[in-house]
């Protein structure tokens, strides 16, 4: 079945990197597009991004921009996100999830089952 | 603040009907698809509703979406108690270069 696996909780200091994975299977990965989307404690849902896993165009939230990198690796059928220059409020559960059809008839199905980034000093 | 608006909580008995309301704009839900999220406790979320008022195989009918104009809603009938979740609306946005929004989310409690 479709299914997405992201790699396990972390915990970083102030200032630190992350790279959180989303591995795909299932399906063709490069027919599809993936979406970050992230949820900090108690609070809704916050689109992140987006990255086409045919051609690699990714498109960011405006807030993130210069601080987040969306990449994929076709022969793994495996999605990136990386965030720079963590802040306390970057600490939240960062979910990934496959987008077809690519643009704004697709929808988001199936969802991994979340990262915990912790940013604490 | 999200860019759709929604009630940040809903409630209803057992076998109610109840319903979720989401307002945006002109960019959004008013030349955009709607898309609804349910989210269990502790889960991810997962589809609901896709555009508009299409179910995914596997989603009760008693779930359905409507749109009018820079509004949607969710409706949910014959409450049951496993329904009680978060409910997220989202859209694209033309204004805002190929980007998605949310809604706050709906905490639905089945008293």
Redesign the interface.
């Known amino acids: 079945q479709v299914q997405l696996v992201q790699s396990g909780a972390e915990v970083k200091k102030p200032g630190a990197s992350v790279k959180v994975s989303c591995k795909a299977s299932g399906y063709t990965f490069t027919s599809y597009g993936i979406?970050w989307?992230r949820q900090a404690p108690g609070q809704?849902?916050?689109?992140m991004g987006?990255i086409s896993a045919y051609n690699g165009n990714t498109?960011y939230?405006?807030k993130l921009q210069g601080r987040v990198t969306m990449t994929t690796d076709t022969s793994t059928s495996t999605a990136y996100m990386e965030l720079r220059s963590l802040r306390s409020d970057d600490t939240a559960v960062y979910?990934c999830?496959s987008w077809a059809p690519l643009?704004?008839?697709g929808?988001?199905?199936?969802?991994?089952?979340?990262t915990l980034v912790t940013v604490s000093s | 603040q999200?860019v759709l608006t929604q009630p940040p909580s809903a409630s209803g008995t057992p076998g109610q009907r109840v319903t979720i309301s989401c307002s945006g704009s002109s960019s959004n839900i008013g030349s955009?698809?709607v898309?609804w999220?349910q989210?269990l406790p502790g889960t991810?979320?997962?589809?609901l509703i896709?555009?508009n008022n299409q179910r995914?195989s596997g989603v009760p009918d008693r779930f359905s979406g409507s749109k009018s104009g820079t509004s949607a809603s969710l409706a949910i009938s014959g409450l049951r108690s496993e329904d009680e979740a978060?409910y997220?609306c989202?859209a694209?946005d033309?204004s805002?270069?190929?980007?998605?929004?949310?809604?706050?989310?709906t905490k639905l409690t089945v008293l």
């Open positions: 979406s989307v809704g849902l916050e689109w987006w498109n939230a405006q979910y999830a643009g704004p008839g929808w988001f199905d199936p969802w991994g089952q979340g | 999200s955009n698809y898309y999220y989210q991810a979320p997962k589809l896709y555009r995914p978060d997220y989202a694209w033309d805002l270069s190929g980007s998605w929004v949310f809604g706050g989310g």
